[in-house]
Each structure stands twice: as C-alpha cells, then as structure tokens.
C-alpha cells in the first residue's frame, strides 16, 4: 500500500513541474469550467454523488 502512495506523490509532482505550453484559451477554458462547476455545486447542489443532491418537485409531496 506504500508503494501506491509513493508513486501517487511521485506522479504528481512530476506532473506539476512539468513545462506546460498552454495557450489564453485553454486557461480560459479550464477556469470556466471550474467556476461552473462550482456554482452548479455550490449554489445549487446538482452533484450528489456523496451526499442528497438537488430536491425535486416530486420529493416534497
């Protein structure tokens, strides 16, 4: 089991330090797609994989 989180770490930071060649709209992308996913998750509760997500209609009769 380790060794599991040793080449996790290992990979990781490998990936992080890697030179990247990203173009403005790839960062625009990758940052649109994190705010969205916030606020469909913040603000209004769509993904439940662990927990209750969002109530519909049919759940308050």
Do not use: W
């Amino acid at each position: 089991m380790m060794y599991v989180f040793l080449c996790f770490l290992v990979f990781n930071l490998l990936a992080f330090f890697v030179p990247k060649r990203l173009v403005p709209i790839e960062i625009f992308a990758y940052a649109y797609g994190v705010s969205t996913d916030l606020v469909l998750d913040l603000h209004y509760n769509l993904y439940g994989c662990l927990q209750k997500g969002n109530k519909s209609k049919l759940d308050t009769f």
